[in-house]
C-alpha cells in the first residue's frame, strides 16, 4: 500500500505506449504492474477491469501477485447492495445547458456497468472506486416513494417535469427485486405529477400500466438510450443492458401503449459508433420513435482512464483514431466540461456529427413535434388528516 500515489498516471504511460503501436506488449506490462488491473476470473459480465482507489482517499490500494498463487482466494465480483437513507430524493439542479431542474435517483451506482457511464465518479464520494465498484457495490434508496410523496406534499411546491434516470438507471437490475422505481411512479401517478424517463433496459416495459395511464393524461414520456446495433460493441462496452434487439422492442412496446417515445443516441463514441447514427435514427423511428437527440462521450476525471483501459483491451487497433477524434471535440483534452460544450463537444469533427444527426432526423420525420408534458392536473390526493380539517 503507497500513500498519495497517482492513481491516473498508469493509465497515462499506457496510453502514451498505445501512440507507439497500439496495444502493445508495454501497455500491458505497465497496465498489470500498475495493480489497477483485477484478474480476469474475478469481473465475469463486467466492463471495467480496474478498480482504482477514490480519488478523495488518502491512500490507493494495489493488488500485487506476492508468488503464492492468492489471486485464486479472492472472490469473484458480485453484486452487492446497501440501503442508503437520504433525506430528501429530489435533486434540484441549475446547469443552464440541460431541460430539467429536479430529478429522481432510486440508486447509486449501476449494474448495467457501462464502461463510458459519466456518473462512475460519484462513487468516490462513498469511498469507493469508478471501476468495478461502481457497478458491483450499489446502493438502493427504499423510502424513496415515501420521501417523494412528502415532499410532492408541502405548501407552495410547483409541479415541473421530475427527470428520472439522468444519472444511473431506475431500471438495472436489481429494480427487479427492489421495484423502487414502480413505487415511485405510483406516488407520481397519484399526485398527477409528470415525469421523464431515461433507460436502456427492457424492464420499463413492466410499468407499461401506469405509464400508458399517466401518458393518456400527458404526464409520462420515455427515452430509450441506444448506443450500437452492434451486439459484440455493445456486449463489452454495456455488458449488463439490454441488448439493442431488446431496447428496440421496448419502445415498440411502449409506442403501442400509446406513451411517448424518444431515441436518445447517448453516447455517440467517434470512431467507434459514430458510424451507425443514421442507422440507429432509422431503427428507432420504425420501433415508434417520435424525437431522438443525442450526446457525444464524456469522459470526466476517473471515467477516462477506465475507458481508455477498455478501448486498449478490445479495441487496440481503434486506439489512436478514437482518442484523436475525441481530443479534437474537446479542445486537445479528453474532456472539457464547460456549458454547453460538454454534452455536444466541438470543433469540425463535432460540427459534422450535429449535422449528420440533424439531416437523418429530419429524413426519418423526428423531431417535429415535442411532447411537452402538463403541471395544470397536479393535485395532492386528499389524505384522512386533511378531510377531517374541513370540519
Given at each position: 500500500m503507497a500513500a498519495n500515489t497517482l492513481n491516473m498516471e498508469p493509465i497515462a504511460r499506457a496510453d502514451i505506449a498505445a501512440f507507439t503501436g497500439g496495444r502493445s506488449a508495454m501497455a500491458n506490462q505497465?497496465?498489470?504492474?500498475?495493480?489497477?488491473r483485477v484478474d480476469p476470473a474475478r469481473m465475469?459480465?463486467?466492463a471495467a477491469a480496474v478498480n482504482p482507489s477514490g480519488r478523495f482517499e488518502r491512500f490507493t490500494r494495489h493488488i500485487i501477485d506476492d508468488g503464492w498463487e492468492s489471486f485464486e482466494d479472492l472472490a469473484?465480483?458480485?453484486t452487492e447492495v446497501q440501503v442508503e437513507k437520504p433525506r430528501t430524493i429530489v435533486t434540484r439542479n441549475d446547469s443552464p445547458d440541460i431541460s430539467f431542474d429536479r430529478s429522481i435517483n432510486p440508486y447509486r451506482g449501476c449494474e448495467?456497468?457501462?464502461?463510458?457511464?459519466?456518473?462512475?465518479?460519484?462513487?468516490?464520494?462513498?469511498?469507493?472506486?469508478?471501476?468495478l465498484d461502481f457497478e458491483s457495490k450499489l446502493f438502493a434508496k427504499p423510502d424513496a416513494a415515501k420521501l417523494l410523496e412528502r415532499e410532492l406534499s408541502k405548501d407552495g411546491y410547483q409541479p415541473r417535469t421530475i427527470a428520472i434516470g439522468t444519472n444511473t438507471d431506475p431500471y438495472q437490475p436489481i429494480e427487479r427485486e427492489w421495484r423502487i422505481m414502480r413505487q415511485v411512479l405510483e406516488v407520481l401517478e397519484a399526485f398527477n405529477h409528470p415525469v421523464g424517463i431515461v433507460t436502456k433496459s427492457a424492464l420499463v416495459m413492466r410499468d407499461v400500466d401506469i405509464l400508458s395511464r399517466m401518458a393518456k393524461k400527458g404526464l409520462a414520456k420515455v427515452a430509450l438510450s441506444l448506443t450500437t446495433l452492434d451486439r459484440k460493441i455493445a456486449r463489452t462496452m454495456e455488458p449488463r443492458a439490454a441488448t439493442p434487439t431488446r431496447r428496440l422492442e421496448a419502445m415498440r412496446a411502449l409506442s403501442q401503449a400509446g406513451i411517448p417515445v424518444s431515441a436518445m443516441i447517448a453516447p455517440v463514441v467517434p470512431g467507434l459508433t459514430d458510424a451507425?447514427?443514421?442507422?440507429?435514427?432509422?431503427?428507432?423511428?420504425a420501433a415508434g420513435a417520435r424525437e431522438a437527440g443525442y450526446i457525444i462521450l464524456r469522459l470526466p476525471l476517473e471515467v477516462s482512464p477506465i475507458f481508455k483501459d477498455w478501448l486498449l483491451r478490445h479495441y487496440p487497433d481503434r486506439y489512436r483514431h478514437v482518442m484523436s477524434l475525441i481530443r479534437s471535440m474537446r479542445g486537445g483534452k479528453d474532456y472539457d466540461a464547460e456549458w454547453g460544450k460538454r454534452m455536444k463537444g466541438a470543433g469540425p469533427y463535432a460540427w459534422q456529427i450535429g449535422r449528420r444527426f440533424e439531416i437523418a432526423a429530419r429524413r426519418f420525420g423526428l423531431n417535429t413535434e415535442k411532447v411537452r408534458l402538463r403541471t395544470d392536473l397536479f393535485s395532492p390526493p386528499e389524505t384522512a388528516g386533511k378531510q377531517l380539517a374541513l370540519f
Open positions: 505497465i497496465v498489470e504492474q500498475s495493480g489497477m465475469r459480465g463486467r469473484p465480483f458480485r448495467h456497468g457501462c464502461v463510458y457511464c459519466f456518473a462512475r465518479p460519484t462513487h468516490a464520494f462513498m469511498g469507493m472506486s469508478a471501476g451507425e447514427i443514421e442507422r440507429l435514427l432509422e431503427s428507432a423511428t
